[in-house]
């Protein structure tokens, strides 16, 4: 992105490669160059409906990959019958994924940044159509090896489609559609996991498992063609100034600031700081708890049948809400009483399952679908408010540190529910977990300080025609704190 302390000539250089004005115009290489003079305007707010394909398309493959990746939690039985695995090997499936989303953020990021979403996204639906493929190896207990490696090459693009969804949000979508788009990805990608949890419930024996599989990995080829064919690399004209201003030029542009130097500018914001903290626990704790829930409610005496009804219907109601606070304008004061709401819900989840109250599946049932329901919703608002406090830090950097503070937590909350740590019983304590996250971070919320510098930059830009001149001074004073509050 911009530099806070760059030169007046080098945004404007930025800005008139990001508008798609040619730099030969200022190549002095031949006076047929020199006599030429640049366009003087440029012209944001055009919105083109391929953005709906991209955003649909995108989100389709990542909820492929969540819904691979909770493959085998949800058939713990088939599991257990087909590969001789119990609890211990589906807790370590689960967490793959978080072990594995550490050393590739970097990779990611740095991919998205730099040779931009069309090729980063080709490059990693391959990897997911491989690791997808190589699970139909895996016949008994023998070949479950091929799983593990499946799996392990399924979780390698998880970073891109939890980090990529507010680049992409930026990149195609207006200033009011910035917080519905993502809202959309991230809701979509998670229902790969609520579809899971549906078509477990018709998975009794290996043979449909290994069924299961081969339709995975097809879609996952089918997807791929689709990217290679229809997904571009950015609109014809941006948006809106912060999507002209998304850095996916080549590596060697002189404006471009380090993947490095943007992760230390983002973490020496307090706020930023501090909703890392907040949303990173709270949805990692979150994320482990779903993909656990088998391990953790079976003990309690729940079948199959009833977790996957459970899941399922956590998953659907958090979509659901969503859609009541897709145009929030204050999103602080939304995710406090998300919060709120969300500590109330699986307080009351932990005294039911632990029969400290009259207890009922239809009051299990409830309780968890309200906790995920509101939990749910804060996830894409966060990922916004995120981006909004560390601007002009790009949105790969800003939500990769985010999303990586959720997969550590994961890996803490599973370790704990694993019982590997010494506590027993382990559902009633990852219970225990969410809930003193939940109250943490209802605390902190109310000592945040949000500061919307993107779009106060965009709403000053406005719509229509700009000259390069006055959007490099707008960019200027919105990084400065110039513009009006």
């Known amino acids: 992105m911009v530099s806070l302390n760059g030169e007046q000539s080098e945004n404007t250089g930025l800005l008139r490669r990001e508008f798609g004005i040619n730099e030969q115009y200022y190549d002095a290489r031949t006076s047929q160059e020199k006599n ?34 909770i493959t085998y939690s949800n058939l713990t039985k ?24 550490i050393p590739v953020l970097p990779v990611s990021t740095w991919m998205i940044d730099r040779l931009g979403l069309r090729w980063s996204v080709l490059a990693f639906t391959t990897i997911q159509l491989v690791g997808s493929g190589v699970r139909i190896f895996a016949v008994d207990g023998s070949t479950f090896w091929w799983v593990v490696l499946g799996l392990s090459l399924n979780a390698i693009p998880g970073p891109i489609w939890m980090a990529g969804t507010t680049r992409l949000s930026n990149l195609w979508f207006g200033q009011k559609e910035r917080t519905a788009a993502t809202f959309f990805q991230v809701c979509f ?5 609520a579809l899971s949890f549906i ?96 391990t953790s409610l079976g003990p309690l005496g729940y079948d199959n049948d009833q977790i996957a009804i459970v899941g399922a219907s956590c998953s659907a109601a958090g979509i659901l809400a969503g859609v009541a606070i897709l145009w929030v304008t204050n999103i602080k004061n939304v995710l406090i009483v998300l919060f709120i709401g969300a500590t109330i819900s699986f307080v009351w989840f932990q005294f039911v399952v632990t029969r400290m109250v009259y207890s009922t599946y239809a009051m299990v049932l409830v309780s968890s679908i309200l906790g995920n329901m509101f939990m749910m919703a804060t996830c894409p608002l966060s990922y916004e408010l995120a981006v909004e406090i560390a601007y002009p830090v790009s949105e790969p950097v800003s939500t990769g540190i985010l999303t990586l ?62 000259s390069v001149k006055r959007a490099s001074k707008i960019c200027h004073e919105s990084l400065d704190g110039h513009l009006p509050q």
Not at 39 to 62: A, E, H, K, N
Not at 82 to 88: A, Q
Not at 220 to 231: E, G, M, P, Q, T
Not at 443 to 460: G, I, Q, S, V, W
């Open 199 to 294: 078509v477990s419930m018709f998975i009794t024996n290996g043979h449909r498992l290994q069924m299961l599989v081969i339709i995975q990995t097809a879609v996952c080829a089918v997807a791929l063609v689709l990217v290679l064919i229809s997904f571009p690399t950015k609109p014809p004209t941006p948006p809106t100034l912060a999507s002209a201003l998304v850095a996916t030029h080549e590596s060697g542009a002189p404006t471009k600031i380090s993947m490095w130097a943007d992760t230390w500018k983002s973490l020496q914001i307090p706020s930023f700081l501090m909703i890392n903290i907040i949303i990173g626990v709270t949805q990692g704790f979150l994320s482990g708890w779903n993909g656990a829930l088998g």
């Open 405 to 466: 503070t959720m997969n550590i937590a994961a890996l803490v909350f599973l370790g704990v529910g694993s019982g590997k740590l010494g506590f027993k019983p382990e559902g009633v304590t990852m219970n225990w977990c969410i809930i003193a996250s939940l109250g943490l971070a209802t605390f902190l919320m109310f000592f945040m300080k949000a500061n919307y510098k993107r779009t106060k930059m965009d709403e000053t830009a406005g719509t229509g025609k700009i």
């Open 78 to 101: 088939v599991s257990l019958e087909v590969y001789g695995i119990g609890d211990d090997w589906i807790l370590i499936l689960v967490a793959l994924a978080a072990f594995i989303y």
């Open 189 to 193: 990608i998670n229902s790969g996991v």
């Open 36 to 69: 030429k003079e640049p366009p003087q305007d440029v012209v944001l707010g055009t919105l083109y409906y391929t953005r709906f394909w991209v955003m649909l398309l995108f989100s389709v493959i990542g909820s492929l990959q969540s819904m691979i990746w």
